[in-house]
């Protein structure tokens, strides 16, 4: 917005009307105005250049967004900065902002929108399920929490992955489903060591977890950690695909390894074979658990339905989370274990007041039907 202002202001004092914002090439600049001839500081000539060259600019301080988000943003908390425009509307690929303008997006929400914006089968089903129930306590049934526990480990099992899959515990997001592996670890540790010393937990440099305290814990990144500290303690954090250090990081004390078969936030860095093999002939010798968290990385992304789906059952892990995609942006998060994990889990261990209600199953069921298809993971795969 004030760049917008400020080109407005240096054209008029070079003598020439304000550029048409979204048509106006480098090219165009430059023959109306060469850099040699003028005396602006460089700076201000690119930031021109830039301005010129966006296909949409900043709204001005006139616009409705600049009104609407002038209005609202001294009531909110201030956890993000975010760029001038403000989204309003979607379809597919695509997002409308308030001026409507077309935007490519390329983030899908962060690795959510999976199916794209307003995906007209899943519009249909929530308008359907919203007319019949939306949410019931989980003190009692209802017909998809069950139904979406199936599906998820029905089709892990039919895709090549996590071999002893079992049972699901459905949740809100993926630091929710995160915290519930967490502490299905510490919970195995202690059934194991009834003393408690069982109850290290193995994370790695560059991994993200999530915010809440248990994964921020095991999110070693000093920028999320240092405002909230101390962490959750035993929490210990390794190199990334270090095969020759897993032996002196995970031990007799540790009760859980958590790691991302592909990390996102790190900066996408693949976990070698070796790595992944190796941790888990590690976890298996020390009786530790193995987590992958796939909640980035998972649901075809690609082109297998979980990312360790190519791997032998030698290196599958005991738990297996999941979120992002499987919402296509409504909240929704699982938590995948084996037998071996769900049975050390007693009645009142866990829960969760929204998650698993019917309707966040019900939309989670039709997704993951969706990205388990063949041909969309084919798609993905050529792509």
């Known amino acids: 917005m004030a760049l917008r202002s400020s080109v407005k202001r240096l054209c008029a004092g070079l003598g020439a009307s304000s550029p048409p914002i979204g048509r106006f090439s480098q090219r165009s600049y430059a023959s109306a105005a060469p850099a040699a001839a003028s005396s602006l500081p460089e700076h201000v000539i690119n930031a021109i250049e830039r301005e010129a060259s966006l296909p949409n600019a900043d709204p001005p301080s006139d616009s409705q967004t600049t009104r609407l988000v002038d209005s609202q943003l001294s009531y909110m908390v201030p956890t993000y ?10 379809e597919g690929c695509y997002l409308w902002d308030v001026e409507n303008r077309r935007y490519l997006d390329f983030t899908s929400g962060i690795a959510v929108n999976a199916l794209g914006h307003c995906d007209p089968g899943m519009t249909r089903l929530i308008a359907q399920q919203a007319q019949t129930l939306i949410h019931t306590s989980n003190l009692y049934h209802n017909p998809w929490t069950g139904t ?5 480990v029905q089709r892990t099992i039919d895709s090549g992955a996590m071999s002893g899959a079992a049972k699901a515990f459905i949740c809100n997001s993926g630091s929710e489903a995160n915290e519930a592996a967490l ?15 069982k109850h290290e937990l193995v994370s790695f440099h560059n991994s993200f977890h ?13 920028k999320y950690q240092k405002p909230f500290g101390p962490m959750v303690p035993g929490c210990r954090y390794g190199t990334y695909n270090d095969v020759a250090a897993i032996d002196e990081l995970v031990t007799e004390k540790t009760c859980g390894v958590i790691v991302e078969p ?4 790190g900066g996408v860095n693949v976990a ?3 790595f992944l093999l190796a941790l888990r002939k590690r976890c298996t010798e020390v009786s530790a658990l193995l987590i992958y968290d796939e909640i980035q990385c998972g649901l075809s992304r690609t082109g297998t339905l979980w990312a360790h789906g190519s791997l032998p059952k030698e290196a599958h892990p005991d738990i297996l989370t999941t979120a992002k995609a499987l919402g296509n942006g409504f909240p929704i998060g699982a938590t995948i274990v084996t037998e071996a994990v769900s049975g050390e889990i007693a009645t009142g261990d866990h829960g969760t007041t929204f998650g698993g209600n019917p309707l966040g199953c019900r939309i989670a069921h039709y997704n993951l039907t969706r990205l388990s298809e063949p041909e969309l993971q084919h798609g993905v795969a050529r792509k």
């Open 81 to 90: 900065v975010r760029p001038p425009p403000m989204f309003e509307r979607g």
């Open 148 to 152: 979406l526990s199936q599906l998820l």
């Open 183 to 197: 502490k299905f670890a510490r919970k195995y540790g202690k059934s194991m060591q009834p003393d408690g010393s």
């Open 210 to 222: 999530g915010r809440t305290m248990g994964a921020l814990s095991a999110t070693p990144n000093p």
């Open 262 to 265: 592909i990390q996102g936030e």
């Open 272 to 274: 070698t074979p070796e």
